[in-house]
């Protein structure tokens, strides 16, 4: 009968680790010590049992139990210092569904970067890049702007070792692009550009830019002005006016200022276009002839236009974005408006 009541017990033991094993992948270690090993515990309960075993078996029924008793107590206490651990902000609850994180989305300077060269690849224009660090040759020689130019004064950019440089614009993109192909010739290039402005609400030392060329036999001011009206109206809408206005730039002849009507106040008249009904978008032009026959491009033989604008000043312009300088600042609850 002893030995009977010796299975028994073990029995017992062995089905009350099954037992802590299986509540304890579910319950906190505040709720196993009382349930397993505190006073009214299921081992001390076990324990009660040892009197009704004889006295030759009662030594090796209470080593079994205090061993069963310590190795609950010590599984109970390690995954009470787990959880200290990780910490109760950070305890996981599997119970509960995931919680998916935010997705990011489109810069707004991206997203306007996007929509114009959209439009101008539904033109034909083929999108080219080039490198950042350029050659003084290729940010103003070949642009017709020497040494002695005062316009080189505004365009003066970050030095990396003579004659390296940030470029100042996206322009020697189009130098590169006429020295390896032949007319004729149609590319829009974006990229960033550097310039030594002192930042303010207009100005950035840092900006993008996206500038178009075409040059190939028989291209006319014409030819400019309805690729440049084309793209106002898909930007701004059917019922946008296009204005062009005398302006200089070296690397054009003649060369345009490009105003639209106030797409805020429809040319009637608001802070946002100064009363004048009128907001400047782009600068253009024919290409210079110097300019092609630096590029070993004939002038007589071909004519080309050309037209640039800052990608900020677009986006600025699109959603009444009073300061540049709110493109870099990174306010989640700026840029959660686009």
């Known amino acids: 009968m002893a030995s009977f009541f010796d299975m028994s017990l073990d029995a017992k033991i062995e089905a009350l680790k099954a037992e802590f094993e299986k509540e304890a992948s579910s319950l906190p270690a505040e709720q196993l010590r009382p349930r397993f090993v505190g006073p009214s515990g299921k081992v001390r309960a076990l324990f009660g049992e040892l009197k009704t075993l004889p006295p030759d078996h009662k030594k090796a029924a209470g080593e079994k139990l205090n061993a069963l008793k310590n190795d609950l107590e010590a599984r109970i206490e390690a995954l009470a210092s787990a959880k200290a651990a990780v910490g109760p902000q950070r305890a996981v609850d599997l119970t509960l569904p995931g919680r998916a994180p935010e997705l990011g989305r489109r810069h707004p300077v ?37 040494v002695d130019h005062p316009a080189r004064d505004s365009f003066d950019t ?58 190939g036999p028989g291209v006319t001011f014409a030819h400019l002005k309805g690729v440049l009206d084309l793209f106002v109206k898909s930007m701004w809408g059917p019922a946008t006016t296009v204005r062009f206005r005398p302006s200089f730039f070296p690397f054009t002849e003649p060369s345009a200022e490009v105003d639209v009507t106030c797409f805020i106040c429809g040319a009637k008249g608001c802070p946002a276009c100064k009363q ?54 990174n306010h989640f609850a700026f840029l959660r408006q686009f």
Request: charge should be neutral; hydrophobic fraction near 40%.
């Open 158 to 215: 970050f030095y990396v070792e003579p004659p390296y440089l940030l470029r100042s614009h996206t322009s020697p993109v189009q130098i590169r692009t006429m020295k390896a192909r032949k007319p004729p010739i149609r590319v829009l290039c974006p990229g960033k550009v550097f310039r030594p402005d002192k930042p303010d609400a207009g100005h950035s030392p840092m900006f993008h830019q996206v500038e178009g060329l075409l040059v």
């Open 110 to 146: 991206y997203r306007t970067w996007d929509e114009i060269v959209r439009v101008f690849s539904r033109l034909g224009f083929d999108v080219v890049y080039g490198p950042e660090v350029e050659v003084e040759a290729n940010n103003f020689e070949a642009l017709n702007i020497p």
């Open 276 to 329: 004048s009904g009128w907001v400047e978008i782009l600068g253009s032009g024919m290409v210079h002839p110097k300019v092609l026959a630096n590029c070993g491009i004939d002038p007589e033989e071909n004519t080309g236009f050309a037209f640039g604008m800052g990608v900020e000043r677009i986006a600025m312009l699109r959603w009444g974005i009073p300061d540049i300088r709110r493109f870099t600042e």
